[in-house]
T-cell receptor, first 108, second 117 residues
Framework: RKEVEQDPGPFNVPEGATVAFNCTYSNSASQSFFWYRQDCRKEPKLLMSVYSSGNEDGRFTAQLNRASQYISLLIRDSKLSDSATYLCVVTIGGKLIFGQGTELSVKP | GAVVSQHPSWVICKSGTSVKIECRSLDFQATTMFWYRQFPKQSLMLMATSNEGSKATYEQGVEKDKFLINHASLTLSTLTVTSAHPEDSSFYIC?????????????FGPGTRLTVT
């Protein structure tokens, strides 16, 4: 079983749509939680941290449920520039553990 | 912000040859560097962690004799893929962080795309 699992997509949505990504992790010792964004053939970039209380950064809202080991990312009012692969990431023992990513394609 | 560079950005080599990839921290001291590999449509997989002046710690399943890592200075780590084969074709990404920072506070290089023919 993968340590971090995501629906690979792709998610094809029109501009302005709201889209939600889900992620589950298997190791209860996971310490910190993040969403990264990766553009094609580029390095991953930190999008936002995820907390149990939920956190928002503009159009992006992230949520963590430790009991069910579930992480989510909601993108409101999608822009063309949001097209990318979104990686769910946890830390275990000082290491970053990446999910395979969910591909998002926002169309005009 | 902290900048990490990688060289080359892409390389094509013949099967059986060795390829060296450099990872440099340009404006900070990288006490720890990480090497990842990413196959198409798959997650980044940590290959090894190296601390400056020490031997690298390899993840389970990664052959240390095939993937040679050297972290001889606080600004440079190298990954050498020895006797490369087509199945080693992948996107190799390094990241670096300085002592005391947390795991997520690592800065990624732009990656090196290796194609072995």
């Amino acid at each position: 079983r993968k340590e971090v699992e995501q629906d690979p997509g792709p998610f094809n949505v029109p501009e302005g749509a709201t889209v939600a990504f889900n992620c589950t992790y298997s190791n209860s010792a996971s310490q910190s939680f993040f969403w990264y964004r990766q553009d094609c053939r580029k390095e991953p970039k930190l999008l936002m941290s995820v907390y149990s209380s939920g956190n928002e950064d503009g159009r992006f809202t992230a949520q963590l449920n430790r009991a069910s080991q579930y992480i989510s990312l909601l993108i409101r009012d999608s822009k063309l520039s949001d097209s990318a692969t979104y990686l769910c990431v946890v830390t275990i023992g000082g290491k970053l553990i990446f999910g395979q990513g969910t591909e998002l394609s926002v169309k005009p | 912000g902290a900048v990490v560079s990688q060289h080359p950005s892409w390389v094509i080599c013949k099967s059986g040859t060795s390829v060296k990839i450099e990872c440099r921290s340009l404006d900070f001291q990288a006490t720890t560097m990480f090497w990842y590999r990413q196959f198409p449509k798959q997650s980044l997989m940590l290959m090894a962690t190296s601390n400056e002046g020490s031997k690298a710690t390899y993840e389970q399943g990664v052959e240390k004799d095939k993937f040679l890592i050297n972290h001889a200075s606080l600004t440079l780590s190298t990954l050498t893929v020895t006797s490369a084969h087509p199945e080693d074709s992948s996107f190799y990404i390094c990241s670096a962080k300085t002592w005391g920072l947390r795991a997520y506070e690592q800065y990624f290089g732009p990656g090196t795309r290796l194609t072995v023919t």
